[in-house]
């Protein structure tokens, strides 16, 4: 985060300028893809972007991290004590933890809804009990606090050309498929972890159960129950994905172009899973750097175009812009 986002974004103190500092480190190491595509949007969101998303994978860091030496009464414990410092910086109380000093700044610029970052700490929490999931259903409530809300949080800062309301089941939609993309890619180290995503139904269907995904797992073959399950999963995911799409469109224009960059990077991770032969149970599935610099370009290419739009939009008779709000203007996609 360069000194000119951090400008751009009115945050002047240097302590809460460390603890954005600190986010957008998060997000870099942990988040490439949207870590790319956040450096579409305007200098002044970025920060709180990262601080969303640095809160999110701080949390889920204590969930997921494999150090043999955390065990989940250790994780119950850290999470508890995210959680008491979360609910105290966002009843206004001071924090000396950076992570969470730019989140419930993010919050309060942005009034974000704090219903959201509670669900996501449920969330958090019950990945330390659940180890599978019956249905597609049952998948679903979870990924309302683990996915949707992150697309929920987002919003605010995004902003849309419609009422937020409307936009707001197309931004869980995609938040969503973003982690289904994940699930997939990431099968087989969460079944290091002792949890399997994908649902148990679905699997079934395929006459695929735990126990043949950790032999997969353990011996480095593959079974085409196993291949046609992940398959099936893939197609499930790109489904969510059509659900989501049409809520780009409702977003504010410039900041249009970052999420349809996320959208078409994090496509292109089930793509890579689909050309490795749907390895996921053997090493993850990555979308090559070329392909990744291409879509990058064409996103820059949409910036320019939205800002150019923005700063020529129509003027009045008397020769003044326009005047209509930055963030609820009704323009084509961009």
């Not at 043999?68 to 009843?91: H, T």
């Not at 009990?129 to 998948?139: K, R, S």
């Not at 659900?243 to 977003?251: F, H, S, V, W, Y």
């Not at 750097?289 to 290419?301: I, K, M, S, T």
Request: hydrophobic share 40%; with cysteine.
């Amino acid at each position: 985060m360069t000194e000119r986002e951090l400008d751009a974004a009115g945050i002047t103190d240097p302590v809460l300028r460390s603890a954005y500092l600190r986010c957008r480190a998060l997000n870099r190491a942990h988040g490439k893809t949207y870590f790319l595509a956040t450096r579409l949007l305007p200098a002044d969101r970025r920060p709180a972007v990262h601080a969303l998303y640095g809160f999110a994978r701080w949390a889920d860091d204590i969930v997921d991290s494999l150090d043999p030496g955390l065990d989940n009464g250790r994780r119950a414990m850290e999470l508890a004590a995210l959680q008491e410092r979360l609910d105290e910086g966002l009843r206004g109380g001071a924090t000396d933890e950076p992570v969470v000093l730019a989140l419930t700044d993010t919050a309060r610029r942005y009034a974000v809804d704090h219903t959201h970052f509670h669900d996501f700490m449920t969330a958090m929490r019950s990945d330390l009990e659940v180890t599978d999931y019956p249905t597609y259903a049952d998948l679903r409530g979870y990924m309302h606090g683990s996915a949707a809300v992150i697309g929920l949080q987002m919003l605010p800062v995004l902003g849309t050309v419609v009422p937020r309301e409307e936009a707001a089941p197309y931004a869980a939609s995609l938040g969503v498929a973003f982690q289904l993309t994940n699930f997939l890619r990431d099968t087989g180290e969460d079944l290091d972890r002792g949890r399997v995503y994908l649902p148990a139904d679905l699997l079934a269907a395929h006459g695929v159960d735990r126990a043949l995904l950790r032999w997969c797992r353990d011996t480095g073959r593959h079974d085409r129950r196993v291949t046609a399950a992940l398959r099936a999963f893939e197609a499930l995911t790109r489904g969510v994905y059509q659900e989501a799409q049409p809520g780009i469109a409702m977003l504010d224009p410039v900041a249009r172009p970052c999420i349809r960059t996320a959208f078409v990077l994090y496509g292109g991770i089930l793509d890579a899973v689909a050309r490795d032969g749907y390895s996921v149970l053997h090493r993850r599935a990555v979308v090559p750097r070329a392909d990744r610099a291409v879509v990058a370009a064409e996103g820059l290419a949409r910036v320019v175009a939205a800002r150019l739009r923005h700063r020529y939009r129509p003027r009045t008779a008397s020769g003044s812009p326009s005047a209509r709000p930055d963030r609820h203007v009704s323009e084509e996609a961009a």
